[in-house]
């Protein structure tokens, strides 16, 4: 299937997110708040661990359209920076930013650069999107092993396996949009949230589909034990009840729905106590496919077991990225800060 066989109005979606004016978009910053809400359960289905209020804080500004991130050696974050080319390491006591890596291809007009980072051991891989000549770029769309401050190789050129093994959903761009990169079973899982389909990569560059969807927009990854769980942002309008979280595993043929609600979602996390965070974006613009939400909509969430979610602190603004380092929790925005929320689980994960 070429762009050029398809019907315009069924296409639904669109480049995910990222646009040059979400990255570059200026607006008044709302200090996020903690909402007078119960603290949900865990996903062991136990009783509600206590209540134990959260806040928040302002660790980071002044990333060049951060995007994905993770948490790597020493316990430092890595945050992708696709405006800059860059991947960005940054103490998340002190807030310090120093470059871990730059020189990674960029494609600024359409919001396309490096979307995310991983490890494995000590080893960076870089997810790169939106570079290739379909979009104006010269780069390859697919995961870069990271040699040195300056040095790359490509280990996968995903960018070329989507041109030859098309999906049958909706797409307008052959490469896709790729989201999201998270270690699995030596080697990487890869959303792709234009051709609604989860990727799996080894190291050696070998690319297969694990998963195909509907337009139902996969984004953000986790995984507990062989168990995947994913968010999916949903299809426009990016209603609350098509923001879920889905899980799956490597033997199983359907993802299975753990919880909806999350307008828009972006991301998940696990924290302590087998307790599972969601990320969403927020209400969405409405201008076009791959706007992202309106500034200062987004919330992390907690995941019942129940499958509804409760609102741990709103009013965050276009997050895109969510890391948990103990009770704590770093939420990467589309403006380059990075929010730092405390305590976001009571007793017994969490609090005194």
């Avoid at 987004?298 to 969510?322: E, F, H, Q, W, Y």
Wanted: with cysteine.
């Amino acid at each position: 299937m070429s762009a050029s066989t398809l019907r315009p109005g069924r296409v639904r979606t669109a480049v995910p997110l990222l646009l040059l004016c979400a990255l570059t978009a200026c607006s008044d910053r709302a200090t996020p708040v903690a909402p007078a809400a119960i603290e949900p359960a865990s996903l062991t289905r136990g009783a509600p661990p206590a209540l134990f209020p959260a806040t928040a804080r302002r660790l980071v500004t002044g990333l060049q359209g951060a995007f994905g991130s993770t948490v790597g050696p020493g316990g430092a974050l890595f945050v992708a920076e696709p405006a800059a080319g860059r991947i960005a390491r940054i103490d998340p006591q002190t807030g310090a930013v120093t470059t871990f890596a730059s020189g990674l291809p960029a494609n600024p007009g359409v919001g396309g650069g490096v979307f995310d980072v991983a490890f494995i051991g000590s080893t960076a891989y870089a997810l790169v999107t939106l570079v290739t000549p379909e979009v104006g770029g010269s780069g390859v769309d697919g995961i870069y092993r990271v040699d040195g401050p300056n040095s790359f190789t490509i280990v996968a050129d995903i960018g070329a396996f989507n041109r030859a093994n098309p999906p049958e959903t909706d797409f307008f761009v052959p490469t896709g949009v790729l989201f999201a990169l998270e270690p699995y079973r030596g080697g990487f899982l890869v959303t792709d949230g234009h051709l609604n389909r989860v990727l799996y990569v080894s190291r050696g560059g070998e690319i297969s589909v694990v998963r195909a969807f509907n337009n139902i927009v996969p984004t953000g990854l986790d995984v507990s034990g062989e168990t995947v769980y994913m968010a999916e942002a949903g299809p426009l309008p990016h209603l609350p009840a098509d923001g879920k979280v889905v899980a799956f595993g490597p033997k199983s043929t359907t993802a299975t729905e753990i919880a909806s609600g999350a307008r828009l979602a972006v991301d998940v996390e696990f924290g302590r106590g087998r307790t599972l965070f969601a990320l969403s974006q927020g209400v969405w613009a409405g201008v076009a496919p791959g706007t992202p939400a309106l500034p200062n909509t987004g919330a992390l969430m907690r995941v019942n077991g129940d499958g509804t979610v409760t609102t741990i602190i709103d009013g965050l603004d276009r997050p895109v990225s969510l890391e948990i380092i103990n009770n704590t929790a770093y939420v990467v925005t589309l403006g380059g800060e990075i929010w730092v929320i405390d305590d976001i689980a009571g007793p017994p994960f969490g609090g005194n």
